[in-house]
């Protein structure tokens, strides 16, 4: 089993940064893929980005040239570097790890962003 921990949410005026982090506990070797993902009310969870075990990123195209995903297998981390946000980033960003044998999935509990002047 894995344990997801957000942390790095936070209300930041447009234009602003947040780095968001993810710590992984329990059986981090088993995870492959982690990535991050945002929800705002009345829709689905979103993918914002992904990183494989090798470093292999996957962006939505509304992030593109502003976030930059990375991690540390070692810690079991991923964290999410957000630049020249928007009040239409607003959301709840959530972390996500696939077990990289099951592929099973798991998640944190989601941490509030919220971009507004």
């Known amino acids: 089993q894995v344990q997801l921990v957000e942390s790095g949410g936070g209300l930041v005026q447009p234009g602003g940064s947040l780095r968001l982090s993810c710590a992984a506990s329990?059986?981090?070797?088993?995870?492959?893929?982690m990535g991050w993902y945002r929800q705002t009310p009345g829709n689905e969870r979103a993918l914002v980005a992904a990183?494989?075990?090798?470093?292999?990123?996957t962006y939505a195209d509304s992030v593109k040239g502003r976030f930059t995903i990375s991690r540390d297998n070692a810690k079991g981390t991923v964290y999410l570097q957000m630049n020249s946000l928007k009040p239409e980033d607003t959301a709840v960003y959530y972390c996500?790890?696939?077990?990289?044998?099951?592929?099973?999935?798991?998640w944190g509990q989601g941490t509030q962003v919220t971009v507004s002047s």
């Open positions: 996500k790890a696939v077990n990289r044998w099951t592929a099973a999935n798991y």
């Open positions: 329990g059986s981090i070797f088993s995870i492959g893929t």
């Open positions: 990183i494989t075990r090798g470093d292999s990123t």
